[in-house]
DNA sequence: GTCTATATCCAGATAGAC
DNA sequence: GTCTATCTGGATATAGAC
């Protein structure tokens, strides 16, 4: 029976163990009260393994910050790409960022409570990354091409994605206790009266 | 001589020479970035004396967080009796936080972007403390009252102010690198947009 | 109450067998 | 590549003189 002990092994690449288990942890406790014997206990495998991968416990935090990094990014693109008005692009990225913080918790939460400066070494604010600046690029588009009123770049972004990543923060803290699909409506209102036209809005 | 020895004592308390060096460090590197002996060195006393009167790094850390939460109380309360209408209120305790952000960055660092639940044992979410429960009730009371329109309190709450604490993260990750005072005006339109009445704006 | 010197513990990291 | 056993530094906390 060569081949039974492979069976309860669906071969889940050891990276992805690690990295999970890291993200649960680190989400959980915070990164400074996880030691690497717990994500090695966690992830169950050894020590050792977990230096050969990824060199140790910042290598961790790092790995997972680029990857997650970079799976928000993908999803910026892909509304960018099947959207092309800068409200409908705002709207998809706040509906998809509120539906995340309630299916995919970790992520949300390594990503936007996190304070990685002070665990990465050399790690610039996280606001400045990729996706963020995409996020207010788009902003940006939407005064250009008259969508929205002109201000600010940085008040324009903070009314536009500013109350949505704040009841986001509040989510994950536990102090808001209902799913956040329910707010998403009355959320981008608030929105758009807060970045209207001089004309708008005349009809509610 | 004997009061000699005396003069270059400006007798500052040795609490306050201890709980000043601390929130300069835990703003400045994090607080599991700062060992008691970094507090001492810094507050001139010695270990003995700061597990004398604190009992130890995370009693610092108690100490300090209810003491700045206090003195937000108490700015919040002083809010209270000087404006009446929602909307002043809410307009004073923006413009002063911003105001804060400049001045006192320290204190504003602390309560807004330190996660206290992950080095005070069995701490509630600063959001759900007696000042943060204050400002909610301010935005309440103007929904009541009509100066605000009616919508879900917690969409109310990160509409109003949301913005400017998004604003007031970015500014101490070190994303935004112009003081906040120059963008109030801004913000406030948009917040009093984002929740204007329905017959309002008409007029720009 | 304040200080110095010391004890204790535990996390991050490594060595070396397999 | 993976594992166990071990090393080492540094952090919190304490003891005991003054």
Redesign the pocket.
């Known amino acids: 029976m060569p081949y039974l002990n492979r069976i309860p092994c669906v071969p889940e690449?050891?990276?992805c163990r690690i990295l999970t288990a890291a993200l649960d942890l680190f989400v959980s406790r915070g990164?400074?009260n996880?030691?690497?014997?717990?994500?090695?206990k966690q992830a169950?495998?050894?020590?050792?393994?977990?230096?050969?991968?990824f060199?140790?416990?910042?290598?961790i935090a790092k790995a997972l910050y680029s990857h997650l990094l970079n799976e928000m990014e993908e999803m910026i693109d892909a509304v960018m790409r099947d959207h092309d008005s800068a409200t409908a692009r705002c709207e998809t990225i706040i509906r998809l960022l509120f539906e995340y913080t309630e299916t995919r918790t970790n992520i949300i939460a390594y990503i936007f409570h996190a304070k990685h400066t002070e665990f990465i070494s050399n790690q610039s604010p996280i606001y400045n990354s990729s996706p963020f600046v995409k996020m207010r690029g788009i902003v940006q588009q939407g005064m250009e091409t008259g969508e929205f009123r002109m201000t600010d770049p940085w008040v324009a972004t903070a009314c536009v994605f500013g109350g949505a990543i704040r009841m986001i923060q509040l989510r994950l803290d536990g102090v808001i206790q209902q799913p956040l699909g329910g707010f998403l409506d009355e959320v981008l209102k608030s929105t758009w009266w807060g970045m209207a036209l001089g004309r708008e809005p005349k009809t509610l």
């Open positions: 690449p050891i990276d990164y400074h996880v030691s690497v014997h717990d994500v090695q169950n495998v050894s020590i050792g393994s977990i230096y050969n991968h060199g140790g416990k910042e290598g």
